[in-house]
């Protein structure tokens, strides 16, 4: 039973029917259906499949499918485990093991099942896999020294029934708590889909509810200070229905667009999730859709665009927006003039706008528009730098360089340098227009080798980006060097300054030196130590057993690293055997430490 951990691999699909073949066939029949899942399909359009839940409890949700996270759009559906780990993870459908990640980043230790039906799922975050898996990656783990791996095994290698223990849910990766990250793609794996549309389903019978609508006077020159320009009006709700209204006749600039704030409750034991599918009518006739059903990795990043980003960065709200700006090229819109909005002074309009969920609940906001006859025009200051071609600002003490189509709109772009040695920089700090402003691609900062003292060490120097929230400076990364330049990558504007880093990484518990005396280790022992950087990150641990390399996992997000100790990699002998293990940070600082214990 999956409750005792038990599990089971299967050899083959069914009588005399093998995967591969199993699949040819599919791609046969099915390849139309594939073809067209990189264009907009319908709900129904979707395929359907015998699935069952990848957890036994019923399905709880903390994220949705298609919410706007930091950078992208979310491509799965996060299943909570009631703030704890080791809840089992089974195969939704017949299938293979195509893919296995064992990951401090990312999805963290991560399933990538392909199926008789051409859909991949996809098990995310996992605290362990199966027995089997689990040794299939030890063992790869030791042949290649190295203890994050992406493994393609062969076909033959993890065939699957239904409901077949994959492993256990977790919190490794970029998790932020315990929970299963679960996905469903199309297109061999690389187009991610709404998995409630294929059967894997949840309780939500509640539409979602208009919070509060924002209006935008636009203006074509200056999107940054026609987002800082927004009115907010609060909706009101028709009681007993979906229906939400404003009471009084919205005046509007002769080009205009919306926003809306919107919340999905799901059910009692979920936290408040995300919509899917998003309309605007003007006067019956539908001027902009968004359908956000499946997401191509290739576009994600438009996530930045469909939102407020300057309200997100100011206030932590995600505003749906019901335009495109120019530099939004996502496909998952069908618009008319970008979902833009011409108005004639004293013209009247009837604006309705439909909110959908993933489980297909939809409610809507209805108001009336009239126009004013003026025209948005605000004030620039700064270098323009159009979206399209991107630029390159030439200052003293740095250049910039924004690269094409990196902006979602054209950018007045301000700088300033200042110094201030109580904040412990080598450099000057770099304001670089503001946190409020978007960007899809990495822009490319130089300062200059002048710029910090000529004593100071290059290979030790790391760029810090200021955390508003945390009132100092955080560590960003590490800049490359040459003779003239210190080059560094970002994806974020913000202040930035070069700061020095000369002391090693450091343990702050105590196991170590209380087990490494020579003292006999009792059976099954794992050597668990805390690890801490003061200024930038530790770089993954490099540890041997009697010169041989031993396998340390580790989980950044709390600087916990370990190593199971085991016999069948570890060398036999009668005495002491000689743990080291070498520390590194980001600019290679290093510490050694060694220890002497018998097995």
């Not at 819109?333 to 979902?339: F, K, L, V």
């Not at 209805?366 to 605000?378: C, E, L, N, V, W």
Request: with cysteine; proline share 4%; hydrophobic share 35%.
């Amino acid at each position: 039973m999956l409750g005792d951990k038990t599990f089971r691999i299967s050899p083959n699909y069914g009588e005399g029917l093998t995967f591969p073949l199993f699949i040819a066939i599919f791609s046969l029949f099915c390849t139309p259906l594939l073809a067209q899942s990189t264009k907009i399909l319908e709900r129904k359009q979707y395929p359907k499949g015998d699935y069952i839940s990848p957890m036994q409890a019923p399905i709880t949700l903390s994220g949705s499918f298609g919410s706007v996270r930091k950078r992208h759009f979310h491509a799965g559906t996060d299943m909570r485990t009631n703030n704890v780990e080791g809840e089992v993870v089974r195969a939704v459908m017949d299938g293979r093991i195509i893919r296995i990640n064992a990951s401090t980043s990312g999805y963290g230790n991560c399933l990538y099942v392909q199926h008789p039906n051409g859909v991949v799922s996809v098990y995310g975050h996992l605290q362990a896999f199966n027995p089997s898996i689990e040794a299939y990656v030890r063992k790869q783990q030791y042949a290649q020294k190295k203890a994050e791996l992406e493994l393609y095994p062969s076909a033959k290698e993890f065939v699957l029934k239904q409901g077949d223990l994959l492993g256990w849910s977790g919190n490794t990766g970029g998790s932020e708590g315990p929970h299963l990250h679960f996905e469903l793609r199309l297109n061999g794996g690389t187009l991610p889909y709404n998995s409630y549309l294929s059967g894997i389903q949840y309780d939500d019978r509640t539409a979602p509810t208009f919070r509060t609508l924002y209006l935008y006077n636009i203006d074509e020159q200056n999107y940054e200070a026609t987002f800082k320009k927004a009115r907010t009006v609060k909706v009101k709700a028709q009681k007993g229905t979906a229906n939400f209204y404003l009471r009084d006749t919205m005046a509007v600039a002769t080009l205009s667009g919306f926003g809306v704030e919107i919340t999905d409750f799901v059910n009692r034991r979920s936290l408040t999730c995300n919509i899917t599918e998003l309309e605007c009518y003007l006067d019956g006739e539908r001027i902009y859709r968004f359908d956000l059903n499946a997401i191509a990795f290739d576009e994600t990043s438009y996530a930045d665009a469909h939102i407020d980003y300057a309200l997100r960065a100011r206030k932590g709200k995600r505003i749906h927006l019901l335009f495109q700006q120019p530099g939004n090229l996502l496909s998952r819109y069908t618009a008319t003039q970008r979902g833009l909005i011409s108005t004639a002074k004293d013209e009247i309009h009837s604006v309705r706008i439909r909110a959908t969920d993933a489980a297909g609940n939809s409610s809507e906001l209805a108001f009336t528009i009239r126009g004013t006859g003026t025209s948005a025009s605000y004030p620039t200051e700064g270098t323009h730098v159009a979206w399209k071609k991107g630029g390159t600002i030439n200052e003293k003490e740095y250049q910039l360089t924004i690269p094409a189509g990196a902006l979602f709109s054209d950018l007045h772009f301000k700088g300033k340098v200042t110094n201030d040695s109580t904040l412990g920089a080598i450099s000057p700090c770099y304001e670089l227009h503001t946190e409020q402003v978007g960007l899809r691609k990495n822009i490319t900062f130089s300062i200059p080798r002048s710029a910090v003292p000529a004593d100071i060490p290059l290979d030790k120097v790391y760029l810090a980006r200021w955390n508003r929230t945390k009132k100092r400076f955080s560590y960003h990364s590490i800049p490359t060097h040459n003779n003239n330049w210190f080059v560094c990558k970002t994806r974020e504007f913000g202040t930035y300054a070069l700061f020095l880093d000369t002391v090693p990484p450091y343990v702050i518990n105590e196991q170590w030196d209380t087990i490494c005396a020579g003292q006999t280790l009792p059976n099954a022992f794992r050597f668990d130590l805390v690890v801490r950087d003061s200024s930038t990150c530790v770089s993954p641990v490099h540890g041997t057993i009697d010169g041989k390399w031993a396998l340390w996992e580790s989980e950044p997000k709390e600087g916990y690293i370990w190593h199971q100790v085991d016999t069948t990699y570890m060398p036999h002998r009668e005495r002491a055997h000689e743990l080291h293990l070498l520390l590194q940070d980001a600019v290679g600082n290093k510490k050694e430490l060694n220890c002497r214990f018998y097995k």
